[in-house]
């Protein structure tokens, strides 16, 4: 990177913070804190409910996934709009009404401290381990790319977000949001002008997409009913439902932001807003990936794109093997983009016989070229057990640093940081608050003053800000950074969410069945993740239901005579 | 819907489309549309 580079980086990445700050130097006490004085506007909500979901891992991770595997999936989002509907319906007016800091409150009102601690404690557990992979995901990529120090980068990105969540609360968190997701936005639409000006002069952008579509990239929905596919329409349109509901309705990370609009109507409008929005946008930046994919049907790719793996097989005894298979690598991506190139003509020219033969042709030498890159990893693996043989969270940004002009770099790579700010940042906002309000000030103390709480939540904020950032410190790259994500949420949401619908819908049950219950469909969740093989998203609606039907049959048969639970 | 979740509703207009119903309804039928255009778009390129 060059000096403008660092300019614009840091430039946009502190000026955000600062700015943060400075808006949020008067905020007041608890309530503005946690809350932000119940003052946010629809816009800024919708905003950072987005900024919130999208961390770097997206930026990373989504292009890279499509590279390899295509748009597929989109369609784990599919079950978000009608889960964003249900939060508006009944989420949003029980918990503005009852006046709750955090959605776990609910819990305590409807069932008891216990069930109210347990709620707490799952999202305090993968909330915080989420934080460490946050903040870990974009540090690892680009400081081994850039030859950045990893720990340095992980701490000074960690101390920023800290510094001005700790400093501004609930209110400074919104407002940074704000103008991050509008960098994230820019940057974003300036890489996909940029793959297709770097495309070669004679591929338009109709061939383009058709190249794309003849290397079966552009296969959007699948509605096949295997349950061992990860993506599918049905897996997208219901566990997605399940794991957006648990996502935006229990997860204070995200109840937080929208707890904090002026109004009812605030709060559901900032949501509704992600509701339209987040499927184009993911749609997007899918298809950002895929022209990657495409630009490099025509240039030389690395066979490889993580160089600072490729640079510690070289210094081992699989060197030779490694320059073999790259020279291999690079006569197959020759011929390749010389046969992709007559297949764009030849689309262009319609025959369909022709087209089926250049088709072939093309498909046949690109599956070659993944037979190298395969056997790359796997001598990857060879080389060392600690290596990482996944290069997928490198392609987008290898493209960037590669051939992008200077100044449009710095800002790409804002943007990723920009992104992982912004969502740590509401989670260790979030994390702070669930640990002050269900915790300290129930348990620990009682009774003392606004400003006595305040504190307390800046440190506590402080304190998970310094977790996150130790266990970004001992954090290993695992699979694609994106799925691990969506792995240790699906695992967890499904009960939590379990939780709260039975307090929404079964009236009959109460405190100890849905407590013993969450505890047992945990354990089952985590049993079955480990010796079933079932698309991941699927335990969102299989911890869900558990959590409901072991609640209801409990409450009817083993606690049928319980009395009345303690209120929180 | 339990007794707690039903001691009050907030009347409140729907900043657009006239009701919160409609608003649902329109998202719900961007949702089908956006689909559609997919299974297009798949089609189209497969």
Not at chain 1, 253 to 269: D, M, N, W
Request: glycine content about 8%; charged content about 15%.
């Amino acid at each position: 990177m060059s000096t403008l580079d660092y300019v614009v980086l840091l430039g946009t990445l502190v000026g955000i913070a600062v700015y943060g700050m400075w808006r949020t130097r008067s905020s007041g006490g608890l309530q503005g804190y946690l809350k932000g004085d119940d003052s946010i506007k629809w816009g800024t909500i919708g905003l950072s409910v987005m900024a919130t979901q999208a961390s770097a891992i997206t930026f990373l991770s989504t292009p890279g996934k499509a590279y390899d595997d295509g748009m597929g999936f989109v369609q784990n989002y599919f079950g978000m709009p009608f889960a964003i509907i249900f939060i508006c319906v009944f989420f949003i007016p029980i918990y503005r009404r009852l006046n709750v800091y955090t959605s776990y409150e609910y819990l305590g009102q409807r069932f008891d401290s216990k069930t109210r601690y347990l709620g707490a404690f799952l999202f305090l557990v993968q909330r915080g381990l989420a934080a460490g992979i946050t903040i870990y995901a974009p540090a690892i990529v680009i400081s081994s790319l850039l030859g950045w120090n990893l720990d340095l980068t992980i701490v000074l990105v960690g101390a920023l977000v800290v510094i001005y969540t700790v400093s501004g609360g609930t209110k400074a968190v919104s407002i940074t949001q704000r103008y991050q997701m509008g960098i994230i936005l820019i940057g974003m639409f300036v890489a996909f002008a940029m793959i297709i000006g770097n495309l070669p002069e004679d591929v338009s952008f109709a061939s383009a997409l058709s190249v794309a579509g003849a290397m079966d990239k552009l296969e959007v929905v699948n509605f096949s009913f295997d349950i061992e596919e990860r993506y599918t329409f049905w897996s997208g349109l219901f566990g997605g439902l399940f794991l957006s509901l648990s996502y935006f309705g229990t997860d204070q990370s995200q109840v937080q932001r929208y707890l904090a609009g002026s109004s009812v109507s605030a709060s559901r409008f900032g949501l509704l807003f992600n509701a339209v929005v987040k499927i184009p946008m993911q749609f997007f930046i899918l298809f950002v990936g895929v022209m990657v994919f495409v630009f490099y049907l025509f240039e030389e790719p690395p066979v490889f794109f993580n160089q600072a793996t490729l640079d510690v097989v070289s210094e081992t005894e699989y060197a030779a093997e490694m320059v073999t298979l790259q020279e291999r690598y690079a006569s197959v991506v020759g011929e390749r983009a010389v046969a992709v190139r007559q297949l764009a003509l030849d689309l262009g020219a319609g025959d369909e016989s022709v087209i089926a033969a250049s088709k072939e042709r093309a498909v046949a030498l690109e599956s070659q070229a993944l037979a190298v890159r395969a056997d790359v990893k796997e001598l990857i693996g060879k080389a060392g057990e600690d290596l990482e043989a996944k290069d997928s969270d490198y392609v987008f940004i290898t493209f960037i640093l590669n051939y992008l002009p200077e100044g449009l770099i710095g800002l790409l790579v804002a943007v990723i940081f920009a992104a992982a700010m912004s969502s740590t940042a509401s989670e260790l906002n979030a994390l702070g608050s669930t640990t002050m309000v269900d915790f300290y000030r129930r348990i620990a103390k009682g009774g003392q003053t606004d400003a006595h709480y305040v504190l307390v939540s800046r440190i506590l904020t402080a304190a998970w800000g310094g977790l996150a950032i130790f266990f970004a410190l001992y954090a290993n790259l695992v699979e694609n950074l994106i799925e691990a994500v969506n792995i240790l949420g699906s695992l967890f949401y499904g009960g939590i969410l379990g939780m709260f619908l039975v307090a929404f819908f079964v009236k009959s049950v109460r405190g100890t069945a849905v407590f013993v219950s969450a505890i047992i469909s945990q354990l089952t969740v985590l049993i079955m993740y480990n010796t079933l093989e079932i698309g991941y998203l699927w335990y969102n609606l299989i911890g869900c239901g558990l959590v409901m039907m072991l609640s209801y049959i409990l409450q009817m048969t083993v606690f049928r005579n319980g009395g009345k639970e303690e209120q929180a | 819907m339990t007794e707690l979740d039903k001691k009050k509703q907030e009347p409140e207009n729907a900043p657009v489309f006239g009701s919160w119903r409609r608003v649902y309804w329109f998202v719900a039928l961007f949702f089908v549309v956006e689909v559609i255009a997919f299974y297009l778009f798949t089609q189209y390129y497969s």
